[in-house]
């Protein structure tokens, strides 16, 4: 065994039955269904890795700087865009306003403009290195951009299933990166069973969202960069535009293993994680508000706010979970709010996607109703550019 291996990575675990599967080999969805997880070695990685070695480690490696926390075994295999490592920019008119403290995590300035670089970055690198010949997914729209991205990077081609009327600047995205594109006249959901139709008959490597283990690793760098820009003080709360769920489980991840390892302000419990939706498709915040411990398919999804037209997240169960473990909460704004965030926001300097508007008035409301209390400390989540959707018109 290397004295100073690039990975903890020891296998992979379902987050339903507990089954472990090893990592060493392509996997997808547990034999019971279940979302794998993958699990690291961290009492020796503690030992080995004081957390005061990172600060050392330059800025423009990007998400790579938590190599030990990544799975991939061969750093040669990265295949990288320049991820990562993007601001957390305090909102001071928002947290005098409020009584509270508050950023914005801007994912907006990542390749191809979305947090779904992250995902893309680590997960077309370990498909690499597990020798994946086609990967393909299905995406609202970002996610296809992004893969096809890292694909082109990385020379192996890449399969996007997108609806028809996904974000036209993805779906061009898609094909500049030289992507195969298929539009399908629907939502995501029905992108995703064409995928599967294909993976079935043709072995393409499914990239679904969950579907594989390493998008989710890619997504969790999110939590840590969140606490180390924090100095290791957690925030209170994180609030989260909730589609697939990649993210938010990302960050509960990735909170989860900073405490194992000793590396948070042991005062302070991991961050209470919120799930953002827009009104017109909000199947976790129906069945949070249900009390439920599954989500139900969402009829007649339709919102701007193309990332979270998510009607039934396969990992909606394991959403619901990291919500009442973390005493989160869930809740579902209007396209008219969204509208008028994206307009209010800019205004202060920052075109955010209409996902990461939604935060905005999600924020007011939980501070109007006391779920936010004064002087906390709190992370909005920004997962996107503006620039990404030049067609969608805010609201004065
Ligand atoms: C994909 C996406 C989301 C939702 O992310 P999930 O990880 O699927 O929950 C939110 N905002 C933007 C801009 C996205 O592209
Ligand atoms: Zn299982």
């Keep these: 065994m290397p004295t100073s291996p690039a990975t903890y990575l020891l296998h992979l675990e379902c987050?339903?039955?507990?089954?472990?599967?090893?990592?060493?080999?392509?996997?997808?969805?547990?034999?019971?269904?279940?979302?794998?997880?993958?699990?690291?070695?961290?009492?020796?990685?503690?030992?080995?890795?004081?957390?005061?070695?990172?600060?050392?480690?330059?800025?423009?490696?990007?998400?790579?700087?938590?190599?030990?926390?990544?799975?991939?075994?061969?750093?040669?295999?990265r295949v990288s865009l320049g991820e990562g490592m993007t601001p957390l920019l305090p909102l001071d008119w928002l947290g005098t306003e409020l009584g509270i403290t508050v950023w914005l995590k801007d994912e907006g300035l990542n390749p191809t403009g979305a947090f779904k670089a992250r995902g893309a970055a680590v997960g077309v690198s370990r498909a690499k290195e597990l020798g994946a010949k086609t990967i393909a997914l299905p995406t609202a729209g970002n996610a296809g951009a992004a893969w096809a991205a890292y694909g082109a990077r990385a020379g192996i081609p890449v399969i996007v299933a997108m609806p028809k009327d996904a974000p036209p600047l993805t779906q061009r995205e898609a094909q500049l990166y030289g992507a195969r594109l298929h539009l399908v006249n629907g939502l995501i959901s029905d992108a995703g069973a064409w995928i599967a139709a294909g993976v079935r008959e043709h072995g393409w490597y499914d990239a679904s969202t969950f579907k594989e283990p390493y998008r989710l690793e890619g997504k969790k760098t999110l939590g840590l960069e969140i606490a180390e820009q924090l100095d290791w003080q957690a925030p209170d709360v994180i609030l989260y535009p909730t589609g697939g769920g990649v993210g938010l489980l990302g960050l509960w991840k990735a909170f989860e293993e900073l405490r194992a390892l000793g590396w948070l302000a042991a005062d302070r419990p991991a961050p209470r994680l919120v799930v953002v939706q827009a009104s017109g498709c909000a199947p976790v915040v129906r069945a949070w508000e249900s009390g439920a411990t599954q989500t139900a398919f969402w009829e007649g999804a339709a919102t701007i706010a193309a990332g979270l037209r998510v009607p039934g997240p396969l990992a909606g169960g394991l959403m619901l979970r990291a919500l009442r473990e973390t005493n989160g909460t869930a809740l579902a704004v209007e396209d008219d709010a969204i509208r008028r965030a994206i307009g209010e926001l800019a205004r202060a300097g920052c075109w955010v996607c209409p996902e990461g508007a939604a935060l905005l008035p999600a924020l007011r409301q939980l501070r109007a109703a006391g779920w936010v209390r004064t002087g906390e400390r709190v992370v909005l989540l920004n997962t996107g550019a503006g620039l990404v959707y030049p067609d969608v018109e805010p609201l004065a």
């Design 15 to 77: 987050a339903e039955c507990r089954a472990i599967h090893p990592a060493d080999q392509e996997q997808h969805l547990c034999g019971c269904g279940g979302v794998l997880l993958a699990r690291y070695d961290l009492a020796r990685l503690a030992s080995d890795f004081p957390r005061e070695r990172l600060a050392a480690r330059p800025w423009q490696s990007g998400l790579w700087r938590y190599a030990e926390l990544l799975p991939l075994a061969d750093p040669a295999n």
